[in-house]
Structure formats: structure tokens, C-alpha cells
């Protein structure tokens, strides 16, 4: 009888490892049906970017909106400018953008967002977008002194919005072929963005070599922390606790100085990294997250967005995939190629370094100077208030600009 048992047992454990556990231990891999996202990637890009922008907006509209309420009958010089920037800028160089009562504000915003959430929906995604970019060029001029979008937070909106709206593979999202067409949009858009980074880490060698000081020396980054803790400090204990800690070990600076002029630098071959690409992604969004929280300044809420192009791995060759759009899709890959090529220029120029802002367009000369809080030159720093939000990182208070001395060579 104990004999039967341990045969009938062996038996059910045989059977047992042979069917139930292989299943449990190698799952099927995940098909495009079973994933959250379409399978092409363009219009996996898009649902995710304007989902990030859409939370964005319900998350700070009604500040920028009680701001903009303030700032329009405040009387103060500054509101009677519009544009992008903390200057401001006319858009693109040209255009001075109408400045508008807080009624056409609040109903400019709630049309963006609107064509945002539009665009969301499998039918007609295009015309949305369209729409989107157009109002964002409305939009955040009006917000050029609010704190979080003033400088170059918002400029990358219009660029991704516009090329999106070129996508003629958004027209199939309702039903998408398969396998997806080339994602040629994704690749203008990496180049564009690649462009800005590569520039803004060109900026900080070339006034090394200007300045005889390195840029990526601790003595750089104690300068804009401090200047970060005086212009915008912090309300919790432990960011102001780490911000010491940081100001007062400048090796340590060093080597944070140095790997962020190297990532900038890096992005030179992102565009053509392939699958390797989601490290950009990673390290992106790490870097401005770690900008918001040591020095107060928000790249996380509009710019940050774009980075998620690199999310995506893509196994085609840019060149191929462009081939390919100039082939079969002339009429869209023109104006987006044409509008990517006016970026290049601006970067590899250094335009708005050497000459005026052409925002959206930029080579994002940001945190240039190699400065140091012992060099002999003067600092003025300001210090305010933030009467409408109670905090000086929030969004819908006033950006406080520090005019700070360039370090002239002897």
C-alpha cells in the first residue's frame, strides 16, 4: 500500500514539473497586446508626453493663472513685455506675442489643455496637436516672469507638439498596422533635443578656455548652490542639510560638476545610440530632478517631458528612417526636417551666446560662467517673499533674477 502511494506521488510530481512549473517559471514573453502602450512608438511618445504636460497643467494652471491675475494690473514695467525667456524674446526672433486680459489667459490655457486631452483619443490625434502647439506659443509668453517657466523651461513644448502634429502615423492610431512605420518623427525630435544639451556642455568648454578656469571645477557648482539657497531656499530640513553638506565638499562638487558637463556632452551620440537609448532617458530625468530639488529650479515640469523620446529603444537607423519619410511621406518630413534644421543651426552657431535670443530656438547657454563664490568679482543676490503661494519654489510667484558679474580674463 506505501509502495502504490510513493508511485502515485512520483507520478503526480513528474507530471507536476513537466506542465505547472515550467509555466511559472518562464512566462510567455508580453505581446504588443498584452502592453499598456500601442506598439508604435511614435504614438506611444505622444500618449506619454501630453499626459505629463496635461498633469502639469492641472496641477499648476490655477497658479500661473492667479499669478498672470496679479502680474497684468500690477503696473510694474515688466507687464508690459511678452515673449519667451526671462528677457523676453519675440518668438522665434520675430513675432512679439499680444499680451492678454486674465480672461483670454484662462481660456488659452483651458483650450491647450483641452487639445492635449483631444489628442489622447485614437481619432484624428493630428489636428489636436496642431492646435496644442499653437496655443502653447500663445500661452507661456503670457508667463514669462512666473518663476518655474521663466528661461527655458516651456521652449521644447512647441518643437515636440509641431513635429508630433507631422507624424502621418498618429492618422492610423485608431486601428495601427503592424508592424508600425519607420518613427522618423522620434529621430528629428532626438536630434533636436540632442542639439541643446551638446551646445549648452560646448558653451561651458569653450569659457573654460575663455576664462582660464574649468567649468566642471566644485567652485562652479558651491557658487550656484549657494546662489540657490539664498535666491530660493528651501522649507524642508533635509534638502537644506544636503545642500550644506554639498557646498561644503567641493571634490565632491568636482566630480558632479564634471559628470554633468560630460552628459551634456554625451548627448552627441545619443541620437544614434539604439537600444541603449533609455539611458538618456534615465539620466535625464535624474539630473533636472536633482536641479529641482538642490537649487529650485524647475526643468521637471514642461522640459523634462521630452526626454522620454529616448524611452523608447529604436533598432532603425536614422538615416534609413529618413529615407524612408522622403520617399513616402515628402509633404510632413519637410516642414518637421526644416523646422530641426533651424535648431541644428542655432546650436552649432551658438547663436543666442554670441547675438540675441530666438527662442524656442536655443543653444541653451545656461549656468555658463566658470564662477566661484571666492573669486574676487561682485555677487548680488535678492532675497523675496512669495506672498500669493507662501513659497519661493512653488509655481505663481515672481522670478527673481540675480544679475551676477562675468568673470572678465586679465
Not at 486631452?117 to 496644442?132: D, E
Not at 559628470?259 to 539604439?274: H, M, Q
Not at 512669495?386 to 544679475?403: D, E, F, H, I, K
Request: with cysteine.
Amino acid at each position: 500500500c506505501s509502495s502504490a502511494t510513493s508511485l502515485a506521488a512520483n507520478e503526480c510530481w513528474r507530471r507536476c514539473s513537466h506542465e505547472s512549473l515550467p509555466n511559472r517559471i518562464h512566462p510567455r514573453p508580453i505581446s504588443a497586446e498584452d502592453s499598456m502602450l500601442p506598439e508604435d512608438p511614435v504614438r506611444a511618445f505622444q500618449l506619454c508626453y501630453c499626459g505629463w504636460l496635461i498633469l502639469s497643467m492641472l496641477t499648476s494652471s490655477s497658479q500661473y493663472q492667479l499669478f498672470y491675475t496679479w502680474f497684468h494690473s500690477s503696473g510694474i514695467g515688466l507687464a508690459s513685455k511678452r515673449g519667451l525667456g526671462a528677457h523676453p524674446s519675440k518668438l522665434y526672433g520675430i513675432i512679439t506675442p499680444p499680451a492678454l486680459t486674465p480672461l483670454q489667459m484662462r481660456a488659452v490655457g483651458v483650450a491647450f489643455t483641452a487639445c492635449l486631452l483631444a489628442s489622447l483619443a485614437p481619432l484624428a490625434p493630428r489636428p489636436f496637436l496642431f492646435g496644442a502647439f499653437a496655443l502653447s506659443l500663445l500661452y507661456f509668453p503670457q508667463l514669462y516672469a512666473e518663476a518655474t517657466l521663466s528661461g527655458h523651461n516651456p521652449i521644447l513644448v512647441p518643437a515636440v507638439l509641431l513635429l508630433l502634429a507631422c507624424a502621418p502615423s498618429l492618422d492610423a492610431a485608431a486601428s495601427p498596422p503592424s508592424p508600425p512605420p519607420p518613427p522618423w518623427p522620434l529621430q528629428l525630435l532626438r536630434v533636436y533635443l540632442a542639439s541643446g544639451y551638446v551646445s549648452s556642455g560646448v558653451a561651458k568648454v569653450l569659457c573654460s578656455f575663455r576664462f582660464r578656469r574649468y567649468w566642471g571645477l566644485g567652485t562652479s557648482l558651491q557658487h550656484y548652490f549657494l546662489e540657490g539657497m539664498w535666491s530660493r531656499p528651501a522649507d524642508s530640513a533635509l534638502t537644506r542639510s544636503v545642500q550644506w553638506r554639498l557646498v561644503k565638499s567641493p571634490r565632491l562638487l568636482t566630480i558632479f560638476a564634471s559628470g554633468a558637463l560630460l552628459f551634456e556632452l554625451s548627448f552627441a551620440v545619443a541620437p544614434f545610440s539604439g537600444r541603449l537609448s533609455p539611458l538618456w532617458c534615465a539620466h535625464g530625468l535624474a539630473f533636472h530632478a536633482g536641479i529641482l530639488w538642490l537649487q529650485g529650479l524647475d526643468f521637471v515640469s514642461f522640459w523634462s517631458a521630452s526626454l522620454l523620446v529616448f524611452a523608447f529603444p529604436l533598432s532603425s537607423l536614422l538615416s534609413a528612417d529618413l529615407r524612408h519619410a522622403f520617399e513616402h511621406e515628402p509633404l510632413w518630413l519637410l516642414p518637421a526636417a526644416l523646422y530641426t534644421l533651424l535648431q541644428l543651426l542655432t546650436a552649432v552657431s551658438l547663436y543666442d551666446l554670441w547675438l540675441d535670443d530666438i527662442l524656442p530656438f536655443s543653444c541653451c547657454p545656461m549656468f555658463m560662467p566658470p564662477r566661484s563664490p571666492f573669486d574676487p568679482l561682485p555677487k548680488w543676490q535678492t532675497m523675496t517673499t512669495a506672498p500669493l503661494t507662501g513659497n519661493v519654489r512653488r509655481s505663481g510667484r515672481m522670478a527673481c533674477r540675480c544679475r551676477m558679474a562675468v568673470p572678465q580674463r586679465p
